[in-house]
């Protein structure tokens, strides 16, 4: 039992930070791999739910085979279609890093998920209020930016943390080529020493836990944040927006 | 370079993707009814009863699917001393009857994704059927108290269908992200398809070739899920008035 705890002190801050004289692994990686997964998802995702909705039939068609495509294929299986491609460097031409690869994966994937929830939440803006930002004098892309956008956000708010849970979950897969995260840093540190047969129910364990924890946490504090919305004046809520995008009209 | 579409690799992609549909139509069955049980018993009157399945939930759904499955397949066995997993998970007649029946030389691998898969898809069912009761009309199920309905006729009449019809789309959706979650046994040495993608890619170094192909059928397998999910979620809607928007 001893050696049990000894292993997993020594392995904790690996698990956790990565290792030494390296760039940050461990579980640090996997929420950093999250955050950029769905900080630029989100904005890819904008263009694409645009897109969806856009008055060509050739852009539309272009932005649902976009989220066909990445919602269609195991992100496994994309995340090294991706490092093939950037490792042969036909299309990309980039370097051969499996970070870089990892985060484009996450990207197309991220996007794709976030592109629908966007388009469902500007299907949720009231026809009235949307003529009415019209009416007044806005552009669509003003009445896009300034009332669509602001008001479909919070509608959006709990699909989107759920999404952001998932991608955090779904990091765990770039183990498949290499980046230090935290799945990946419990491969290394158990190695393939058969005397640590003994700590892999341990290891798994912690490993579990500290995706748990995280996951666990950032549900409920978004369930908090859904709460202070529906709890507040719903009309005050709305009406900061429309009370900025009356007077910027 | 070598040919990279010979009859063995067909073959092999073919019992690949024999597998992965095999994983899975067994992993879709096992999970709605572990998602309807922990779903119901989270509705439970009992509150001891109700915060275990609550529990079961937030664990088996906020752990990533991978670390589950690495965790039963190579894990779990670790926990016995050498003889005894030999016998326990490799060395027995089940796995013996598994292998002649599946073709599968290491049959525990396969059934400890099965197990992983069930648990992560199991519990996030649980969630939506729970989800898809809470939006049945109140006055339906009190009618049916006072028609003297008990727990399990209540159960049975009631809150399965209606619970069912009601999270169907988005049980539908959970479905295909837990097809697209068996490509997550080959990191255990089951044969699925993508792990048999992978071996070709090791055999010919066609990469591009391969992954090509495995993104293509992948799509496939989504498109026909959701074609067919679709159809039985028509099925279940047939008769009402009601048209569930797209």
């Not at chain 1, 068609?61 to 195991?74: E, K, T």
Request: with cysteine.
């Amino acid at each position: 039992m001893s050696d049990q705890i000894d292993f997993l002190l020594d392995s904790l801050p690996h698990l956790l930070f990565g290792f030494p004289g390296q760039r940050p692994g461990g579980l640090v990686m996997s929420v950093l791999l999250a955050v950029a997964g769905l900080g630029v998802g989100l904005a890819v995702a904008v263009v694409v739910a645009a897109a969806q909705d856009a008055r060509s039939r050739s852009l539309r068609r272009l932005a649902d085979s976009y989220v066909h495509l990445f919602r269609g294929i195991p992100l496994i299986l994309l995340v090294l279609i991706i490092h093939q491609l950037v490792a042969s460097g036909p299309i990309l031409g980039l370097n051969n890093t499996p970070l870089r690869s990892a985060v484009i994966a996450l990207v197309l994937y991220s996007s794709a998920y976030q592109a629908d929830i966007i388009r469902t939440g500007l299907r949720s803006v009231p026809v009235g209020m949307v003529e009415w930002a019209r009416v007044i004098g806005g552009s669509r892309w003003q009445v896009y930016r300034l009332v669509k956008l602001p008001y479909s956000l919070r509608v959006m708010q709990p699909a989107l943390s759920g999404q952001g849970i998932t991608l955090f979950k779904d990091t765990s897969v770039v183990v498949i080529i290499g980046v230090a995260e935290l799945t990946t840093t419990a491969r290394i540190v158990l190695g393939s020493d058969v005397g640590n047969t003994p700590f892999w129910v341990a290891t798994y364990l912690t490993v579990g836990l500290l995706y748990f924890v995280v996951a666990f946490a950032v549900s409920r504090l978004a369930l908090r944040g859904e709460r202070r919305y529906q709890a507040g004046n719903l009309v005050r809520s709305l009406a900061i927006p429309t009370a900025k995008t009356g007077s910027r009209l | 370079m070598r040919e990279s579409l010979t009859p063995e690799t067909v073959s092999l992609l073919l019992a690949g993707l024999t597998l992965t549909i095999a994983l899975t139509v067994v992993t879709s069955i096992t999970s709605f009814v572990v998602g309807i049980g922990v779903g119901t018993l989270r509705l439970s009157a009992n509150r001891l009863i109700r915060s275990a399945a609550g529990t079961f939930v937030e664990v088996f759904r906020n752990i990533p699917a991978l670390i589950q499955i690495i965790f039963w397949a190579f894990a779990f066995p670790s926990l016995f001393p050498a003889d005894t997993r030999m016998f326990l998970f490799f060395d027995n007649s089940v796995m013996t009857w598994l292998t002649t029946a599946t073709g599968l030389s290491l049959p525990y691998y396969a059934l400890a994704a099965c197990f992983g898969l069930t648990l992560n898809t199991g519990a996030h069912m649980a969630e939506l059927f729970r989800a898809g009761v809470g939006t049945l009309p109140r006055e339906r199920i009190e009618t049916a108290r006072l028609l003297g309905a008990g727990t399990l006729a209540l159960f049975w009449w009631v809150l399965l269908p209606g619970g069912v019809r009601a999270a169907f789309p988005a049980i539908t959706t959970r479905l295909i992200h837990n097809m697209k979650n068996t490509a997550l046994a080959s990191f255990v040495a089951v044969p699925e398809f993508f792990q048999t993608v992978q071996a070709s890619i090791t055999q010919s170094f066609r990469a591009v070739e391969f992954l090509t192909i495995a993104a293509v059928v992948y799509l496939l397998l989504s498109t026909v899920m959701a074609g067919l999910l679709r159809r039985v979620d028509i099925r279940l809607n047939r008769g009402r008035m009601h048209v569930r928007p797209d």
